[in-house]
């Protein structure tokens, strides 16, 4: 497969981490950590970019052996930088934060059912009640519905193990969610974000910082909220597992994760 570019220092590549780098039983296959590593000495930029919170991240960018660079978590609600020399390990760059409680508010109404959570930086999260085991990380403390949101916040996830994708989406568009960035994952799961923050925006300040031309940036990802990432890179492919929109919204199709589509794509760059 052609990506349409080559290895380099001007070479900005972002990742997806669930079903691009890791797959959704979280295995990270040997071939995909060694081609993230080549390319990350050859001076490529290599962006992890993922709706997971940042401390979901940490250990999947520990498996890879990457040490420095920029991470881009929450679906670009916040964005570090790694940095070995202090003791958390990053330092953080940008956060986005905003009031959700009306449109929380409005969906607690169509799901008087569904666990909401508010995730806090660095820590883990705030939840109405557990969520199914496996699918938050960090501390988790229970408080009261409007508790969630006494303070401006990041990013919220809204979750109904009783709906199917489907009819969650199709729950969405009935609501109708204004004055906040959404997206809906694999499962009854849903994002909430500030109005006008995607991971897009967050890599379009850190191409900026880097000073990258745009016609160096490649993006690879397999999700709905990978669709703005894939459109705004010069090169934006889809993994073989994405559906059909987000196929729709990539210059290129690579195969799927279980095959190491995503070593493909990179071996192609260091080529």
Not at 41 to 66: C, D, F, I
Not at 151 to 169: C, N, Y
Not at 200 to 223: K, Q
Request: with cysteine; charged share 25%.
């Amino acid at each position: 497969m052609d990506t349409g570019t080559g290895a380099g220092g001007e070479l900005l590549v972002c990742l997806d981490v669930d079903g691009t780098i890791v797959d959704h039983d979280e295995a990270l296959s040997d071939r995909v950590r060694e081609a993230v590593q080549r390319l990350a000495k050859s001076g490529a930029h290599v962006v992890v970019a993922t709706g997971r919170s940042l401390h979901g991240v940490l250990p999947v960018v520990q498996r890879l052996g990457l040490d420095s660079g920029y991470l881009v978590c929450s679906n670009g609600a916040a964005t570090v930088e790694l940095d070995t020399g202090v003791a958390e390990g990053y330092r953080v760059v940008s956060v986005h934060t905003f009031d959700p409680s009306a449109v929380a508010g409005a969906l607690r109404e169509d799901l008087p059912a569904g666990l909401f959570a508010v995730e806090v930086l660095g820590r883990g999260f705030k939840v109405t009640a557990p969520f199914p085991d496996g699918e938050l990380t960090g501390e988790l403390e229970v408080v009261p519905f409007e508790e969630l949101f006494t303070e401006p916040v990041l990013r919220v996830v809204v979750r109904s193990p009783e709906h199917t994708s489907a009819q969650f989406l199709q729950l969405v568009d009935r609501v109708g969610l204004h004055g906040v960035a959404y997206s809906v994952g694999w499962t009854a799961w849903l994002d909430l974000a500030p109005e006008g923050v995607t991971k897009a925006s967050a890599l379009e300040d850190v191409r900026e910082r880097l000073r990258v031309p745009r016609s160096a940036t490649v993006a690879v990802g397999d999700g709905r909220n990978d669709v703005e990432m894939l459109r705004w890179a010069a090169r934006g492919i889809a993994m073989g597992n994405a559906p059909e929109e987000v196929r729709a919204a990539a210059d290129a199709v690579t195969g799927d994760v279980r095959d190491d589509g995503l070593a493909d794509v990179l071996d192609d760059l260091l080529r």
